[in-house]
């Protein structure tokens, strides 16, 4: 049987003693170090504080190969998730066996000294097929695995110095002792966690109320706010929304915590190792949902796990975790009756009306700026929403022109630019190519590398403007299809991104021959001259292809206006 109440005694932490913290970062400052990755932090801070317990350090190899083969450490302790110090293979070549090393965050304080006792080159494919189920680079841990983390991992104890700064909500944030300790002075003998990366909903606020009625437990909503899944809502927003879900529970049953964990989202050992954060961090009971981090569809398009089995290897697992499983009850809404109810215990279902709003209609509706019913959600998280995810006509985008040198991109760019202002409500900016290389790129010339940079820079200065709400207009060459979704990919994080092509052929470029380049060009004057000694890769789906051999330049630029409009990025 499982232990019911919670031993809520101190865990054991890795901190050096308070007295001796400063002579050993002195001391450290000489060491060979490692500035640390995110996720590295994440985890060492996780370490540390006993979030890892059992884990004293980065794993060793043979740890490492127990976890990677069957969720055990050499010791035979349960533990589903490899926690690795990867680095490149110079800065492992520079490191002996014996050796310590300091451990620095991303601005240089030293947090930690490690003592490398192992130093191997891991099996990646391996790693992927068993800790994630499949060697498929759409799972984004997987492709972290191959294309991020270092080739070599190092591991050993670490004895830590101090933890991260965090200067974001530091009063919700703690660490399992200070859990512990508040838990103990509430007399909160059992604790139900729940887990989360997403804003909680009025269906979440009635499952997890429930989950603690049943188990008679108080609730505990601890939401992850180190590394989720890319393209999350961030956390800062996140926050904001649980505080204002608190208010909805009966006072003082249920408290929350920022966990600043790095998520995997490895599905079925992702939630056995939840649960034995949770226990650390002085939980009894633990929820487990449908899918629980779940990676999303794999490269054939189907799910990475079936969507229970989170729940069956919890289950497993549970009386060696010593933490309870509380199954996710799938909460719908009864429009009849205006209150939620479990999907499976809906008595007259087929003569009530069952209402539901996917994720995918959330967002729409967010970005559409349609209206989102108070039976879904909560107003003041709505709010909170709408101010991070402003509809699509008040968010910032790019309009990308690319094609030959004199083509009449900057000139409808131009056009466009006046048309934006004339109807204003957002700042907007013109990166014209010219422009952009007197000022941005000004010591560049025109070799493949050259344009590389320049394209670059022109993205992430608009991918700024985007972020910020703003309207980027760029009109270079970007002759190279590989930059232009480089840079595309860079945008589209923030905001639409809107690739036009001005298609006007070279023969057409060259008649016209404005500033006189062409001709100098087929002199051998000028070299590398896009078209003539240089590719150009025609872009094959641009959001809008524009002719400009019959059409005025007034036109064009309205071709590009009625394409904004019907992506609803402007007003109708
Ligand atoms: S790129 O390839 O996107 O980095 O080029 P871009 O920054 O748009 O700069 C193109 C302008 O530079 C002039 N120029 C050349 N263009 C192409 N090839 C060569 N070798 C070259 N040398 C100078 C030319 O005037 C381009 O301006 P636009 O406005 O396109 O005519």
């Known amino acids: 049987t499982i232990m019911m109440e919670n031993n809520l005694a101190p865990i054991s932490e890795l901190y050096v003693s308070h007295d001796s913290a400063e002579k050993m970062k002195f001391e450290a400052a000489q060491l060979p170090s490692w500035d640390l990755t995110a996720r590295q932090v994440c985890d060492l801070e996780l370490l540390m504080n006993g979030g890892f317990n059992p884990l004293k350090g980065f794993m060793s190899e043979a740890d490492y190969d127990g976890v990677v083969e069957n969720m055990r450490m050499a010791d035979g302790a349960l533990w589903p998730m490899p926690i690795t110090l990867d680095v490149p293979k110079k800065f492992a070549e520079s490191v002996e066996i014996g050796q310590d090393i300091a451990l620095r965050d991303p601005e240089g304080v030293i947090l930690a000294v490690m003592s490398v006792?192992?130093?191997?080159?891991?099996?990646?494919?391996?790693?992927?097929?068993?800790v994630f189920g499949a060697d498929d680079l759409a799972h984004p841990a997987v492709n972290y695995l191959h294309n991020t983390a270092g080739e070599v991992y190092l591991g050993g104890p670490i004895i830590g110095i101090q933890q991260p700064m965090h200067y974001d909500f530091r009063a919700r944030?703690?660490?399992?002792?200070?859990?512990?300790?508040y838990f103990r002075k509430m007399g909160w003998r059992k604790v139900v966690a729940f887990q989360t990366r997403n804003p909680l909903h009025r269906a979440h606020q009635e499952l997890t109320f429930r989950a603690a009625k049943e188990a008679q437990a108080n609730l505990l909503i601890h939401p992850v706010v180190g590394l989720t899944k890319p393209g999350d809502i961030d956390h800062f927003t996140r926050v904001r929304c649980y505080e204002a879900v608190?208010?909805?529970?009966?006072?003082?049953?249920?408290?929350?915590?920022?966990?600043?964990l790095a998520m995997r989202m490895a599905g079925p050992r992702e939630a056995v190792w939840h649960g034995l954060i949770r226990k650390n961090h002085g939980c009894?009971?633990?929820?487990?949902?449908?899918?629980?981090?779940?990676?999303?569809?794999?490269?054939?398009?189907?799910?990475?796990?079936?969507?229970?089995?989170?729940?069956?290897?919890?289950?497993?697992?549970?009386?060696?975790?010593?933490?309870?499983?509380?199954?996710?009850?799938?909460?719908?809404?009864?429009?009849?009756?205006?209150?939620?109810?479990?999907?499976?215990?809906?008595?007259?279902?087929?003569?009530?009306?069952?209402?539901?709003i996917s994720g995918t209609e959330l967002r729409r509706r967010l970005s559409e700026g349609l209206e989102i019913p108070e039976w879904f959600s909560f107003p003041a998280v709505v709010t909170e929403l709408r101010r991070t995810r402003p509809p699509r006509a008040q968010q910032g985008f790019t309009v990308f022109f690319t094609g030959f040198s004199g083509s009449g991109k900057s000139t409808i760019a131009n056009a466009l630019m006046v048309k934006l202002m004339e109807m204003g409500g957002r700042p907007t900016t013109l990166l014209d190519g010219d422009l952009v290389r007197k000022n941005l790129s000004s010591e560049l010339g025109f070799s493949k590398e050259h344009r590389d940079l320049n394209i670059r820079r022109i993205g992430y200065v608009a991918s700024e403007i985007t972020k910020n709400g703003g309207i980027a207009i760029c009109a270079p060459i970007a002759p190279y299809a590989t930059t232009r979704r480089a840079v595309r990919e860079d945008i589209e994080q923030f905001g639409a991104f809107l690739e036009v092509h001005v298609a006007t052929s070279i023969e057409e470029c060259e008649r016209r021959d404005r500033k006189g380049l062409y001709k100098l060009a087929r002199e051998g004057k000028i070299k590398e001259f896009t078209g003539i000694s240089d590719p150009y890769d025609v872009p094959e789906h641009p959001e809008l292809r524009i002719e400009t051999e019959n059409t005025d330049v007034d036109n064009c630029a309205h071709q590009v206006l009625l394409k904004l409009e019907s992506m609803g990025l402007i007003a109708a």
């Open 284 to 356: 009894t009971h633990f929820i487990v949902g449908r899918d629980h981090a779940g990676p999303g569809n794999n490269s054939q398009g189907e799910d990475f796990y079936g969507p229970y089995d989170a729940q069956d290897l919890f289950r497993a697992h549970e009386e060696e975790m010593g933490i309870k499983m509380v199954d996710f009850k799938h909460m719908v809404y009864v429009q009849d009756r205006a209150q939620y109810e479990p999907a499976d215990e809906i008595e007259d279902k087929d003569d009530v009306t069952i209402l539901n």
């Open 117 to 130: 006792t192992d130093n191997w080159t891991p099996n990646k494919a391996l790693e992927a097929e068993k």
């Open 246 to 260: 608190l208010d909805q529970y009966p006072a003082s049953t249920t408290s929350m915590s920022l966990l600043n």
């Open 173 to 181: 944030r703690n660490t399992p002792n200070e859990l512990r300790a």
